[in-house]
C-alpha cells in the first residue's frame, strides 16, 4: 500500500514526484497547484488487477474522487471500468473514450432526464436504491424498448467503523434497500418487461481500515444472492463489492490491496463455495488517487501567537475541503528539504477564506525554518481533493497536472480565471 510520502520525496534537496522537481513547475504555473502522480495511480489498479486475477471481474474506478479528463483519460489506458454518480460523470467517462459497458451508475437520486442518456448508451448495469427509482428506470426502458440490466444495492446494516459523513452501509444511512425490499421486488420483477436483475450490490462506506467489515458485508451478500436466486429461479450474473478500502493519511495501519483482494478471492474466487461463478465488480475511488496527489500552496504570512503561530496559505478550504468537512489528516512538507528538522513550533496552517473551519493543520508542529513565501505540499490530496472544490470566497480554483513517469508534466487543468468566475451570471 502506498503511503503519503512513497511518490512524493525530496530529491536533490527539492520535493519532487516520482524523481521529477516540483519547484520549476511551480514557477510556471504557480499555487494552489494539485500535482498527481501517474505512476501511483498505475501502481494500485495493477495491485488491484493482480489481486483479482483468476476472477471474472470488472473494476469500476468511481470518478467521483477525481474526475479530471486527464486523470479519467490515464485510467482508461489501464482497461478499467468506471463507477458514475450522475450523468455528468459519464460524459466525462464518454469523452475520454471509455466503453459504457464497462460503466456501472450508482446513487441514490438520478433523475429522469439522466436515466434516459444512460439508458440509452447502454451500460454495464445501474446500481438501483429504491423501489421508486426502480419503478422510474422501468418506464423509461419501455419508454426507450432497450432492456436493462439492474444491480439492487442492498444496504447490509454493517458498521464500516469510519467517520459518520462517509458511512454508507448502516440501516440509518440513506442508501441501498434492504433485504425485504429487495425480496419483494424480486417477487414482482415480472411486471417490469424490460429490467434484468443481473447482479446485486453493496457499497458500505469509505476509508475504511479493517477487513472485518468488508468480510461481514461479503457474507451477507451472499446469502442474499442465494435467497435471490431462489426466488427468481434464475442465476444472477454479477455481485458489485463497491469500494471503501481505507489508505494511509498519517499513520493508521490499514489493510493492504492483497489482503484485501485475498478477502475477495476467499468468498468468490475458484476456491470458494461459489467457485468464481460470478463476475465481480468493485468501485475503488480514494484507494487508486489519495496518495497520487498533492495539493501545493505558498505561505502567504507567519502570524505569531502565544506558543503557537498561524502560517496563512494561499490554498483554502474551497480548494480542499477535506479537513473541514471531516477534520481529516493531511501531512505538510516544505518544497526544500532544508527547511524540515531543527525545532518545530505548533502551527495552525490556514486558508484566507473566512471561516474558522479553513484549516488544513492544527497544531502541528512544523519546523520554525518555514516561513513567508515558502511552498508546502499537502499530501494525500489526490482523492476528493480537486473535484470538492468550489468558488467560496470567489477564488478561482486551482490548476492541475499530472507527472507522468515522473519524467514529464502534462498540464491537465488551467487555473481559473476571474471571468470564469461569473460565467452564467446576469448583472
Ligand atoms: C464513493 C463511492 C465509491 C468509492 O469509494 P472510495 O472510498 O473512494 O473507494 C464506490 N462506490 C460508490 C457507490 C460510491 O458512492
New binding site residues.
Given amino acids: 500500500m502506498t503511503d503519503p510520502q512513497s511518490h512524493f520525496y525530496f530529491s536533490n534537496g527539492k520535493l519532487s514526484v516520482d524523481g521529477y522537481p516540483l519547484e520549476p513547475v511551480i514557477k510556471k504555473l504557480n499555487t494552489p497547484l494539485y500535482v498527481y502522480s501517474s505512476v501511483a495511480i498505475r501502481a494500485s489498479i495493477e495491485e488491484l488487477k493482480k489481486g483479482l486475477s483468476g476472477l471474472n471481474h470488472l473494476i469500476?474506478y468511481?470518478v467521483?474522487?477525481n474526475s479530471n479528463l486527464g486523470i479519467l483519460s490515464f485510467i482508461k489506458k489501464t482497461n478499467i471500468g468506471m463507477?458514475l454518480?450522475s450523468v455528468g460523470e459519464l460524459k466525462r467517462a464518454l469523452q475520454v473514450g471509455v466503453d459504457p459497458q464497462k460503466c456501472v451508475f450508482?446513487?441514490v437520486g438520478k433523475t429522469e432526464k439522466e436515466i434516459t442518456f444512460t439508458i440509452q448508451k447502454k451500460i454495464h448495469s445501474f446500481?438501483v436504491e429504491s423501489v421508486e427509482e426502480l419503478e422510474l428506470i422501468s418506464r423509461v426502458a419501455e419508454k426507450c424498448k432497450i432492456k436493462v440490466n439492474i444491480a439492487l444495492?442492498y444496504n447490509p446494516d454493517v458498521d464500516p467503523k469510519t467517520h459518520p459523513y462517509?458511512s454508507?452501509g448502516l440501516k440509518e444511512n440513506k442508501?441501498g434497500l434492504e433485504k425485504n425490499e429487495i425480496l419483494e421486488i424480486v417477487k414482482n420483477i415480472k411486471r417490469h418487461s424490460f429490467l434484468k436483475i443481473s447482479g446485486l450490490?453493496v457499497?458500505i462506506?469509505?476509508?475504511?481500515l479493517t477487513l472485518k467489515p468488508f468480510d461481514d458485508a461479503f457474507a451477507k451478500l451472499k446469502k442474499l444472492a442465494k435467497d435471490v436466486e431462489l426466488l427468481m429461479k434464475a442465476r444472477l450474473d454479477f455481485l458489485d463489492l463497491?469500494?471503501?478500502?481505507?489508505v494511509v493519511y498519517q499513520n493508521e495501519k490499514t489493510v493492504s490491496i492483497k489482503h484485501y483482494t485475498q478477502l475477495i478471492q476467499k468468498h468468490f474466487g475458484k476456491k470458494s463455495d461459489l467457485k468464481a461463478r460470478y463476475e465481480i465488480l468493485i468501485?475503488?475511488?480514494?484507494?487508486?488517487?489519495?496518495n497520487a496527489g498533492a495539493l501545493l500552496t505558498t505561505v502567504l504570512f507567519e502570524k505569531k501567537r502565544d506558543k503557537k503561530r498561524f502560517l496563512i496559505v494561499d490554498a483554502a478550504m474551497n480548494d480542499l475541503l477535506r479537513p473541514a468537512l471531516y477534520e481529516s489528516y493531511h501531512d505538510i512538507v516544505p518544497l526544500q528539504q532544508n527547511k524540515q528538522g531543527g525545532s518545530t513550533i505548533n502551527s495552525d496552517v490556514v486558508g484566507p477564506v473566512c471561516e474558522s473551519a479553513d484549516f488544513f493543520a492544527r497544531k502541528r508542529k512544523l519546523s520554525k525554518k518555514i516561513k513567508s513565501k515558502d511552498i508546502l505540499a499537502i499530501l494525500s490530496a489526490g482523492?476528493?481533493g480537486m473535484s470538492m472544490s468550489g468558488n467560496y470566497n470567489s477564488r478561482p480554483r486551482a490548476a492541475e497536472v499530472l507527472v507522468v513517469d515522473g519524467k514529464k508534466i502534462k498540464n491537465i487543468r488551467l487555473r481559473e480565471t476571474e471571468q470564469d468566475l461569473w460565467r452564467g451570471e446576469k448583472k
Fill in positions: 469500476c468511481a467521483k474522487a463507477d454518480v450508482s446513487g446500481n444495492r462517509i454508507t442508501f450490490s457499497h462506506g469509505s476509508q475504511i463497491g469500494g471503501g478500502l481505507g468501485e475503488p475511488g480514494r484507494l487508486i488517487m489519495a482523492a476528493y
